[in-house]
């Protein structure tokens, strides 16, 4: 096969430029996978259906090819076939083997989405807020102190992950993309709403934005006096680190950055990490010692995924170092309920064992993560445990972020059940309902 990353390229000091491969390259990848025809179309079939993007230092410098299939990385970013149930994949295979249509795959592909349920644009549109009665798109204002603003050039990523919970805004289905290019209109939302100190800029990935782009949304909130933290939302350091020491802008970004930490405000870069070996590479830990070199704050977020990161050393070794570079680590999330959801899910109990046995190993200092956290429709629910009370075996809850803040932070109750997975199937108990549930 052609070599998609030239190997002596590597190793010169001029960084070749970002570049993704799609699933127009998938083929390719997988024949150096390894992988015989049959379950090339397979693969191929599913990421009709989910998006597939990776870059050349994902694929050369974070997979372990000798490890494949089972290799966290690879997990990490290519389709898996169990994804999907097996006769959409085999319909979708065929379609494919027969060279069909373009226009047939996609219909196919898109019907199979439609039973991905439930769709997370449901998630981000009951959150669009209101300015002067006209709804604001590409802004989420769900806890009082914090919005979120989706740029609208910020709507992709280095690489997708697998296992993304806004999957569905990436493969074109034209009803799920929500983002905005109109900062003026979020800066007066803001005016009008003093409650809110923090405001995340999410997507997609707000790093995938050059500084010139990006800037023109930092400087208006730099300007915001209530503002106590800017918050950039991203999985850059894993992806492209170049990002922030070779690319031609990175050294106007973290000037970027050092302009909101002068103006009084902490910039808070929430760092998506998965898997320790995204943190091997030395350009990682260049990348991180620059961003703390501008006056940022590195805080680290990943969710706990079946098959990729489900064992407390992993996430032990991954907080140990995360906190050795500087970095401090902030949520252990348990993975939404969207898209294929079944492949990834970890039970509740199970997740909260890792959490534990993880957080026992390591360092008051890196115990500053929270979980397991569900980042459900009431708010962040998190896990904080598994008692008997009164001779019943129950899980202690309590919400980290609630949309009712006199929620937060009051211990509450659900029966055990060692094949939860979500909030959705748990039932109070104590109770006849639980606190986010109205009479
Ligand atoms: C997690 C989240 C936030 C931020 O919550 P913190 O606990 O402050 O990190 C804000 N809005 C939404 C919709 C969220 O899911």
Redesign the pocket.
Known sequence: MTLLFDAAQRETPTTPRFRAYTSKHLDELLVRAGFDLEARLALRAVATVLPFRTNAYVIERLIDWTAVPDDPIYRLVFPQQDMLPADDVAHIAGLLRNQASRAEVESAAHRVRAKLNPHPAGQLQL?VPKLADEPLPGV????P????FFPKQGQTCHAYCTYCFRWAQFVGEPDLKMASDDVERFVAYLRAHPEIT?V?ITGGDAMIMTESVLARYVEPLIEVEQLESI?IGTKSLSYWPQRFVTDSDADDTLRLFERVVAAGKNLAF?AHFTHPREMEPDLVETAVRRILDSGAVIRTQAPLIRSINDDAQTWATMWRRQHAMGMVP??MFVERDTGPQDYFAVPLARAYEIYREALASVSGLCRTV?GP?M?ATPG?VCVDGVAEIAGRKVFVLHF??ARDPALVGRPFFAEYDPAATWLSDLRPAFADRFPHESS
């Open positions: 959150n989420q204002h769900k806890y102190e914090t919005a979120l923090s995340l918050r929430q902030y949520y929270r956290s980042s962040k980290i972020q």
